[in-house]
Antibody, heavy 121, light 110 residues
């Protein structure tokens, strides 16, 4: 059974750096064709894919946020970490991590519960 | 402003058939596969359709997807009250080199 869970601060101040950790079980990021993505959703708004990391350490970033994002994986701990610098109130959102695979058209088939991050002084 | 365009709302009565459209361009839907997600209130999204028209296990065949040119559609037949949710389409965009989502469609079951 695949599960994912996001962890990190729920409140950050403007200009601070946000570090979120996705801890997963039920699959390995060593397996070919597998990946994990970070997706966020501001309150009442649409989904936005922030970053994606593949089993082979290939990475993809949202073009509009690329300069502020870093995604890494630790396969021994079954974790994926997202770092977002220079946080702003507009970054207030629920942040999700999700499992993906080429076998399902790189759709996100398992999601974490999400973590609401508020950016405020 | 989302890269993929969806109608903000849709509605239907129980038992009806409803379709939700997703419009894109040659750099996304026109050249890549489309996935659809359902998001119930206060819940994480759920993968409904992958690779244009495939259903993950456990998704009832009341849900179907299709793609033609630079547009895709999600159809729901035998509408039920529990289908009331937000629906999002997604695709890879070759120009942006990123995965993009539609703005979402809020489905109301009257």
């Amino acid at each position: 059974q695949i599960t994912l869970k996001e962890s990190g601060p729920t409140l950050v101040k403007p200009t601070q750096t946000l570090t979120l950790t996705c801890t997963f079980s039920g699959f390995s990021l060593r397996s070919s064709g597998v990946g994990v993505g970070w997706i966020r959703q501001p309150p009442g708004k649409a989904l936005e894919c922030l970053a994606f990391i593949f089993w082979n350490d290939e990475k993809r970033y949202s073009p509009s946020l690329k300069s502020r994002l870093t995604i890494t994986k630790d396969t021994s701990k079954n974790q994926v970490v997202l770092i977002m610098t220079n946080m702003d109130p507009v970054d207030t959102a629920t942040y999700y991590c999700a499992h993906s695979a080429y076998s399902i058209g790189l759709g996100f088939d398992y999601w974490g519960q999400g973590t609401l991050v508020t950016v405020s002084s | 402003q989302s890269v993929l365009t969806q109608p903000p709302s849709a509605s239907g009565t129980p038992g009806q058939r409803v379709t939700i459209s997703c419009s894109g361009t040659s750099s996304n839907i026109g050249s890549n596969i489309v996935n659809w997600y359902q998001q119930l209130p206060r819940a994480a999204p759920k993968l409904l359709i992958y690779t244009n028209d495939q259903r993950p296990s456990g998704i009832p065949d009341r849900f179907s997807g299709s793609k033609s040119g630079t547009s895709a559609s999600l159809a729901i037949t035998g509408l039920r009250s529990e289908d009331e949710a937000d629906y999002f389409c997604a695709a890879w965009d070759d120009n942006l080199n990123a995965r993009v989502f539609g703005g979402g469609t809020k489905l109301t079951v009257l």
